[in-house]
Structure formats: structure tokens, C-alpha cells
């Protein structure tokens, strides 16, 4: 009896993986702060920021079965949260939970984890001892030293999203090993309750939009049909990248200039 595992279920994209990823598996395990009440799914309460509520997410899958597949969708955004905030809950949890699904990864297990058009945004500022900072989300003085060092919720956001692909790729190497994979995948602006918290409360935000090529925000499903192929055995070589789902916004920014 195989077990998937969405987290962020409650709404949103989560909420959408979760309906993209009926069939996958015998078992699909809905996680959000309050467990999400979703027919034919198991809702599971879980803070990610909380290190012993991930022990024992880890500990129910596997005495549920083999572990196919995680989608990593639960995150906070920057009108959400200070910085230290956006660091612990959008890459720490990601760290731990790639860490822990680890020792139960089989052949054919997957994950993807939601990364954000942010981390491209911040790519062109990206600065070396900045990064050697991000690679190492579980050092014990981690969000001290970060929070110090970023302060704008914004540029932790970016920051804290291209360590979730840095971390994703890492993992990718060491899953790989087993006969796992993983991927992250950064949505563009996208029709969720953060989505559109986000363009309310941000002025840029609509500029940007505007800058979309498709001309439209994204669909949850749109995106979650993309983290549904990648982890379906469709996409079975396919790990250590991130997947950009943005209507083109990346590009359209820039030649917008
Ligand atoms: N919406 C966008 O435009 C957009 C753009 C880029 C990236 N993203 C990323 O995509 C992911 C999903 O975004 P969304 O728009 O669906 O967000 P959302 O806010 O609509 O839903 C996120 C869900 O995650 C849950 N969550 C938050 N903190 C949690 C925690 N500590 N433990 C467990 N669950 C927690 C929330 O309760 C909520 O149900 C996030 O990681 C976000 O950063 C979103």
C-alpha cells in the first residue's frame, strides 16, 4: 500500500496536488496546520517548522507503507511573516523534511518541492558567502546568523525559495543513491490565497503581472498537473532541477528591463 504525501493541503496549490495525485497511490496523506478534512485522504495536523511534528509524519507514512511520493507545497510568503519566519518555515522544513524522508526511500520514490519565481529573481544579486549560508539550513546558529544578515521579508522570500532549490538538488544526489528523485518546482503568480494576499498588499507584484506574457496569473492546477508529472514515473529521470512554471514572466521581466 503506497503512500503519498502532500503537505500545504489545506488550500491553495497544496490543495491541488492533492486532486492531481488521486490514483498515484493506495494511501494520500494530507498535512497542513489543521488537518484537512479531504474525502478519500488521510488529514494529518503538522507545523513543518516543528522538528518533532515531522518525526512523527515520518514515523505514520512509513508504518503505512512504502513512501512513493511527497509534494512539499506548504509555505509562507513575505506580506506573511519577518524574515526569520520566512527562513525557518520555507527552507529549514524543507531541509528537514528531505532529511528525514531519506532512510525511506525506495526505488521509484519521489519529491518535489515548491521553490518560487523569487529565487530567479534573486539570481542576478546572488552572492557566494550569502549562499554558503543557505546550504547549511540546520547548522544550529542558522536563522541567528541569516535573520541578521536579511533582514527585508522579501529578499528572505527569494532567498530562502533558491535554497529550497539548492537543497533540492542536494537531496536529488543523495535520494539517487537509493533510486529516489527529487525536484523543486517555482511557480510563478499564481490564483491562491497567497497569491492574491500577495498582489493585494504589493504594488510590484501587479506590475509584474502585467509583465506576464500569458497575460493572466497562473492556475493551481496548472501547477499542480506539473508536480503531479514530475512525480509520476513519466518522469522518471528526471531530478536535481527546478521547474519553472511562470507563463514566461521570467522572460518577459527581462526584456521588459
Ligand atoms: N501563490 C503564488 O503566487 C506563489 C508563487 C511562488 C511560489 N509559491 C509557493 O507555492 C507554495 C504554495 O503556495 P500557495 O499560493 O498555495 O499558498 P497558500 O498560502 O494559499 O497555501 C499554503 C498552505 O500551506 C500551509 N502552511 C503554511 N505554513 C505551514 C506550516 N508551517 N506547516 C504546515 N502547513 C503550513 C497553509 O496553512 C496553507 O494551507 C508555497 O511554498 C509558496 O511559497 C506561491
Redesign the pocket.
Known sequence: MTVAVV?????????SCVEKLRGLTEHLVA????APEIEGTIGLA?????PAAIATLVERVDALGPFRALAH?????PT?ADSRRIFD??LV?TQRLLDAFEPLVVPGSAAVC?????AYQIAPFADPALDSVIDEPLAADFLDRISGLVTDSGYA?GLA?RGVVRASARAAVRWGTRGGRVNSL??????????R??LEQQPVMRTMLEQVPLGRL?G?GE?AAVAAFLLSDDASFVSGIDVLVDGALVPGMASAG
Open positions: 503537505t500545504g493541503a489545506g488550500r491553495g496549490m497544496g490543495r498535512v497542513d496546520l489543521v503538522c507545523d513543518v517548522s516543528d507545497v506548504a509555505g509562507i510568503s506573511m518555515v520555507d522544513a515548491f521553490s518560487s519565481l523569487a522570500y525559495k517555482a511557480p510563478g503568480i499564481i490564483d491562491t490565497p497567497m497569491g494576499q500577495e497562473g493551481a501547477v
